[in-house]
């Protein structure tokens, strides 16, 4: 415990220096720091016109989820009257399309529309999570598994191209067919299956049927592993998102029906089609650069799998010499003198990194809490849910943060020290660019030093016993200061602060605290000026508030 | 209570992926070939010879050795004479110019299966003189050589398959 209070004493010197030797953090890699400026640049002009609660930017991978449910639901529909032979299949769509009163041509197209939208959606989802750095480490399961659900959608759309049997089928098949030859899987080159209206039997459309009906299944596990390192993951759009999208595919269905080519017939070359751009575009750009099935595949691998190693190919900038926080982001321990096997800390982990294993010290708990640091983000978030001090991250757990606080609030013995802040501010070191914002020892906001600072990783390490302890040792005020809504690199938003119903703004999920005298507010890194003049603002009011 | 609704600029902005969707669903069009080309594909399926086939004498120890054996071990089905088969030599010309030549090897880890084919040729519509040849790669002068030459009237946008099949023993034009 004496260690923990002179690591205190020592952090701000420490930090001083950092700030003075390296000038400002630099958390995300540079060769992403373009893209993270462009990025955070759209997300604010979406936040502008949707506000951050229903910015659609911020739930991609629940639209996803939707549209893949459109598909799937539109997709159990044409099964019903799909026929699987060659020489039905284009007739039997044929009369989805046309012949059932229109209603049928509009699930065929919300089935295609849909798909399209699902290409377009998990291509910018992925852009987005790649710009904000959030694929590396602890998220590379999620960034491969995502990365894999990319080829088997695009495969799914193939085969969906298939199944109409008409001069699109007929030249997706072929070309599709040219690529798999190359693979060492069958002497017999698979165009021969095309070679002639004769050749293709009913059992190839048997085989793409189901290969079309099983994809699907293989994608709900590749999801469901891509989900399963996050806790709470956000898999359904705000409804408000939800109607929008269906009722756009509606009319766009309503618009421009999805309709077939001309029936295949093998014994004629196709000339010019329709081509959707999305999935068949890629047999477009090999044929217009005659690209042999062979160097097709290899340039594609080699493409792939460089894009599935990004996060082991980009490093981590050296985070830990340039970081200003109070609260070093290092591994996390469990004490298990103090740890009594509450599901606290797990409940607040949003990556399940802590797990309650069987008691193995012999205490009279059944459970003990444990880390997986493979898992874990440093992000705080245990270290202050855990009532019992038992989590700590270099050295700092809810007593250390506790003393911090008091230590803050407390007058120099001598009375030379600087004066008691009003009030306390704790930021999350990644919402905004901290560099000249602070005094140089961190301590304080450099345009208000009224205001009592510390920096932390996340505000969700703030939980509300620390806020409530700010008030009892003296603080007027308690800003919190983090990323607004889905930017939150810890996916905090979910936990801890949610939006007020009444009034719109944000609120800690403890009632007993005095709403008046906290404030959330979760910012945007292009407003630098704007916080400076809510927290002059926040402290004015809470000053005459105790004068009043 | 005060309950969120997407603005009319925030539902033209979700419309826009849909713009994006209505155009790249279906446009620009790709032309693969052009009105006026034909194409000619060559597909088949050949088992070619035994690349060494037993004489009479080897036949006779061969048998000789199979009824020395235990009864459980005379393989039934095993033939004599070596199990691999030859490659397959096919030339194509297309208007007297000679544009393919290859060898190619039977499937299978030891050239036990059949030798495929598939080769096609782009070119302008129109009559065309066609020649092909196909031979087992053997070094036997009595080896059977199929050849298939005519004279084509190659339709545009039309394929002409020449394949082979075993009961006509020749290559011809599949119909």
């Known amino acids: ?548 | 209570m005060k309950k969120r609704k997407i603005t009319f600029s925030g539902g033209i902005m979700l419309f826009m992926p849909v713009v994006f969707i209505y155009l790249f669903s279906t446009w620009p069009s790709y032309e693969f070939y052009k009105p006026d080309e034909s194409q000619l594909l060559v597909s088949l399926k050949k088992r070619t010879e035994k690349s060494h086939l037993c004489d009479e004498k080897e036949r006779e120890a061969f048998m000789e050795e199979i009824a020395s054996k235990p009864k459980h071990m005379q393989v039934v089905h095993r033939e004599c004479g070596s199990r691999g088969r030859v490659p397959l030599e096919l030339k194509i010309w297309l208007d007297g110019k000679e544009s393919l030549t290859k060898v190619i090897k039977p499937a299978g880890l030891r050239s036990d299966g059949v030798v495929f084919v598939y080769e096609k040729f782009t070119f302008q519509s129109g009559p065309h003189d066609i020649k092909i040849t196909m031979r087992d790669f053997k070094d036997d002068p009595n080896m059977k050589v199929h050849v298939f030459q005519e004279h084509i009237d190659f339709q545009p946008r039309k394929v002409t398959l020449v394949t082979y099949t075993p009961e006509s023993d020749a290559l011809l034009i599949h119909n």
């Not at chain 1, 069958?186 to 039997?201: G, Y």
């Not at chain 1, 196709?270 to 081509?275: C, F, K, P, T």
């Open chain 1, 1 to 548: 415990m004496e260690a923990e209070r002179d690591h205190v004493k020592e952090m701000p010197k420490e930090v001083a220096k950092a700030v003075k030797a390296k000038k400002a953090p630099k958390y995300i890699p540079w060769i992403l720091r373009p893209g993270n400026y462009a990025l955070v640049f759209v997300q604010e002009k979406f936040n502008w016109v949707f506000t951050p609660q229903l910015n659609p930017l911020y739930f991609l991978g629940s639209i996803t989820f939707l549209l893949f449910w459109v598909a799937l639901a539109s997709g159990i529909y044409l099964f019903l009257f799909y026929e699987i032979t060659p020489e039905k299949a284009y007739s039997s769509v044929q009369y989805m399309t046309e012949g059932q009163k229109y209603y049928g041509g509009i699930i065929r197209s919300l089935h295609r529309y849909s798909s399209d939208g699902l290409m377009i959606v998990i291509i910018v989802h992925m852009i987005q999570v790649f710009f904000s750095d959030r694929f590396r480490k602890y998220r590379w399961v999620a960034w491969v598994t995502g990365a894999a659900i990319i080829p088997v959608i695009w495969f799914e759309g193939v085969t969906g191209y298939f199944l109409p049997w008409d001069e699109v089928a007929q030249m997706t098949s072929i070309a599709m067919s040219q690529i798999i030859s190359t693979l060492p899987i069958s002497a017999e080159p698979m165009e021969r299956l095309f070679a002639h209206n004769d050749a293709v039997t009913p059992l190839l459309f048997f085989i793409m049927t189901y290969l079309h009906l099983a994809v699907p299944c293989l994608l709900l596990i590749l999801a469901w592993v891509h989900c399963m390192r996050i806790s709470m993951p956000l898999i359904t759009p705000p409804p408000q998102i939800t109607y929008t999208i269906l009722a756009a595919l509606l009319v766009l269905s309503l618009v421009k029906p999805a309709v077939s080519a001309g029936p295949a017939d093998l014994g004629s070359l196709v000339g010019e089609v329709n081509i959707d751009w999305f999935y068949l575009g890629v047999f477009v750009v090999f044929d217009y650069l005659d690209l042999a099935g062979g160097h097709a595949l290899f340039w594609g691998g080699v493409v792939y799998t460089g894009f599935i190693l990004l996060p082991w190919v980009i490093r981590d900038p050296k985070r830990h010499e340039d970081s200003i926080a109070t609260v070093p982001q290092v591994d996390v321990r469990v004490d298990l003198e103090k740890c009594k096997g509450c599901p606290l800390c797990q409940q607040s982990c949003p990556f399940e990194a802590m797990i309650l294993v069987n008691r193995k010290d012999g205490k009279n708990y059944d459970t003990q809490a444990e880390v997986i640091p493979a898992h874990c983000s440093q992000c705080g978030f245990c270290v202050n849910a855990c009532e019992f001090g038992a989590v700590s991250m270099g050295g700092w757990n809810k007593g250390t943060f506790h003393d911090f606080v008091t230590k803050v609030f407390t007058p120099a013995p001598d009375g030379n020290g600087e004066s008691i802040p009003t009030s306390i501010a704790f930021i999350c070191e990644r919402s905004f660019n901290l560099e000249g914002f602070l005094t140089d020892d961190c301590m304080r906001v450099a345009t208000t030093p009224d205001v009592g600072v510390m920096v932390i990783p996340c505000i969700g390490a703030v939980s509300p016993s620390l806020v409530e302890h700010c008030f009892e040792v003296g603080a007027k005020g308690v800003m919190v200061i983090g990323c607004r809504g889905l930017d939150c690199h810890y996916r905090e938003e979910r936990r801890r602060v949610h939006i007020s119903k009444e009034d719109g703004s944000h609120k800690f999920m403890v009632e007993s605290i005095d709403d008046n005298r906290l404030r959330i507010m979760l910012v945007s890194p292009l407003q630098i000026e704007k916080i400076r003049q809510e927290i002059d603002e926040f402290n004015e009011e809470v000053k005459q508030g105790v004068a009043s």
